[in-house]
């Protein structure tokens, strides 16, 4: 079955440290995103990418990196600019930027905790 | 940036209850959806509407494009325990345009 798949599900790292969250995709889409949830917040855009090898910042881009060698894997990165980390992230993936006609297919998320 | 502003930010209510939320927007849109998200989970379609004025449902779901494009609303009727979660509204204006998320209904059911 297509799908996108993050992993891990949770994440603990120590200040200081950068960590690389992963996202994977088997449904042919070209665009993806990766979003940050906090309480009350809703979904902040941190990067997107419409297509391999090129990606642009969203709202919250500061202190996130990310890749895009390959069309089904966009990581990101969390380095250790980022001050306040610990949160709830989504990746999400389209057929183009503007969505299919079901939107955004999005994965089950990374709870990363710093400690 | 383009905002969409949901309401209630949250809601508390018996189960059996019909559940209403709506969104709004300064600008108009083409395209406005319904996601859910349950606990620790990413969000997930409900709706899709595509034409003001247009009236879908999906089971006890219920949603609206409204006539001025700028706004629409979710209803859910007979409330049950697994409708605990966070509904999303979204928007997008163009076909190339990126999808514009709300900041969410979070709903509590009562036991």
């Known amino acids: 079955d297509g799908g996108i798949t993050q992993s891990p599900k949770y994440l603990f790292r120590k200040e200081g440290q950068n960590v690389t969250l992963s996202c994977e995709q088997n449904?042919?889409?070209?665009?993806m995103y990766w979003y940050r949830q906090d309480p009350g917040q809703g979904l902040r855009l941190i990067y997107y990418s419409q297509i391999v090898n090129d990606f642009q910042k969203g709202d919250i881009a500061e202190g996130y990196s990310v890749s895009r060698e390959k069309k089904e894997s966009f990581p990101l990165t969390v380095t250790s600019a980022q001050k306040n980390p610990t949160a709830f992230y989504l990746c999400?993936?389209?057929?183009?930027?503007?969505?299919?006609?079901?939107?955004?297919?999005f994965g089950s998320g990374t709870r990363l905790t710093v400690v | 940036g383009q905002q969409l502003n949901q309401s209630p930010q949250s809601m508390f209510i018996q189960e059996g209850e019909d559940v209403s939320m709506n969104c709004t927007s300064s600008?108009?849109?083409?395209?406005w959806l319904w996601y859910k998200q349950d606990p620790g989970e990413g969000p997930v379609l409900l709706i899709a509407?595509?034409?003001?004025?247009e009236l879908t449902s999906n089971g006890r779901l219920t949603a609206q494009f409204g006539i001025t494009r700028k706004d629409s609303f979710l209803n859910i009727s007979a409330s049950i325990p697994s409708d605990v979660g966070i509904y999303f509204c979204a928007g997008r204006r163009n076909r190339d345009d990126k999808i514009i998320f709300g900041k969410g209904t979070r709903l509590h059911i009562l036991p």
């Open positions: 509407l595509y034409k003001a004025g």
């Open positions: 600008s108009i849109f083409n395209t």
């Open positions: 999400a993936s389209s057929i183009r930027t503007g969505g299919d006609i079901y939107g955004y297919t």
């Open positions: 449904l042919n889409h070209d665009a």
